[in-house]
């Protein structure tokens, strides 16, 4: 079982940054391969971007240049880098964990962002 809490969301303007961290309760936190989430009102929940123990990362279109994600497996700590965001970013965020590339094993209870003027 692994335990994963966010933290580091908040209202920004539009063009802002934020940067949202998540904390694992296991020491094999560097095994798993982790990604962010979001769910925006009335929607489903849409992968941000995910990273392998290995360092490999994708990103969903819409983010790619703006976000980074980042890991500290020594601090068991992932992180979310988020630049010039966009109203169309505000969403509930949620950090996963999982045993391969296609699972989401373990989720965090998520930490709302919202980009408002």
């Known amino acids: 079982q692994v335990q994963l809490v966010e933290s580091g969301g908040g209202l920004v303007q539009p063009g802002g940054s934020l940067t949202l961290s998540c904390v694992g309760s296991?020491?094999?936190?560097?095994?798993?391969?982790m990604g962010w989430y979001r769910q925006a009102p009335g929607k489903q929940h849409e992968l941000v971007a995910r990273?392998?123990?290995?360092?490999?990362?994708v990103y969903e279109d819409s983010v790619m240049g703006r976000f980074t994600i980042s890991r500290d497996n020594a601090k068991n700590t992932l992180s979310l880098q988020m630049n010039s965001l966009k109203p169309e970013d505000t969403a509930v965020y949620y950090c996963?964990?999982?045993?391969?590339?296609?699972?989401?094993?373990?989720w965090g209870q998520g930490t709302q962002v919202t980009v408002s003027s």
């Open positions: 296991r020491s094999a936190f560097s095994e798993y391969v």
């Open positions: 990273m392998s123990s290995a360092g490999f990362r």
């Open positions: 996963t964990a999982g045993s391969n590339w296609a699972a989401d094993d373990y």
